[in-house]
């Protein structure tokens, strides 16, 4: 057994010994639990695991758009510079994924849903939003969860760009909901008055999301 923990100690992840790190998250995670920060099916990650759908998309910041359709007074159209322009914020959440993994403390930087929501008139009996992504990926939520004061489009993960695998240029930042309806490569959303149901919720997932509720599978 001292044999197997020697060579344990010896194996390094970024510079720091494997177990050092594990022993380190396994702290973290109880002290998540006790603070109730962690939902129940989770665990805790220091990573920040990649998962999704298909291939990552190429960026062409001069043919990128960002629009705004559905039940709006007006449709909007937003060039990538034009989208920039936008008023920023910082906010800090935690990250839930349905595969079971939560990473805690993550820093984002974008423009939040309700600075873009002020640059549309929504109709009455909106009340449904159908976010739309690259290749076709759509997420639906409902706009009231939207228009919570922590949900934004980020730009930035822990003061660095966001990479093109975690959903760079712009990723939907969602933290109260399973990861899957924080969509990446975001280029829009459609304003409806039913809920329609968006890629993987058509493919079994819940239509809502709670991880409190561990609304992974099927059901609406």
Request: hydrophobic letters at 40%; glycine letters at 8%.
């Amino acid at each position: 057994m001292a044999v197997v923990w020697a060579r344990m100690m010896f194996v390094r992840v970024d510079g720091e010994p494997a177990v050092l790190i594990e022993t380190e998250r396994r702290r973290l995670e109880k002290k998540a639990k006790v603070e109730g920060r962690l939902p129940p099916g989770q665990s805790l990650t220091l990573k920040w695991p990649v998962l999704h759908a298909g291939s990552v998309p190429r960026f062409d910041a001069g043919k990128w758009d960002f629009k705004i359709s559905g039940m709006v007074e007006e449709p909007l159209r937003l060039t990538w510079e034009e989208f920039r322009a936008l008023p920023q914020t910082e906010v800090t959440s935690d990250f839930h994924c349905v595969t079971r993994w939560s990473r805690l403390d993550n820093r984002w930087k974008g423009v939040l849903f309700t600075d873009v929501m002020k640059l549309v008139k929504p109709k009455p009996g909106a009340e449904f939003v159908l976010v739309l992504a690259e290749e076709g990926y759509t997420a639906n939520v409902p706009l009231a969860d939207l228009l919570r004061p922590e949900v934004l489009f980020t730009f930035e993960h822990d003061g660095e760009p966001l990479t093109a695998e975690h959903g760079g240029p712009l990723r939907l930042i969602v933290p109260h909901l399973y990861a899957w309806k924080s969509v990446k490569w975001v280029r829009g959303f459609e304003l409806l008055d039913y809920d329609r149901l968006g890629f993987w919720e058509r493919n079994g997932y819940h239509a809502y999301g709670d991880p409190w509720r561990e609304q992974r599978y099927s059901g609406r």
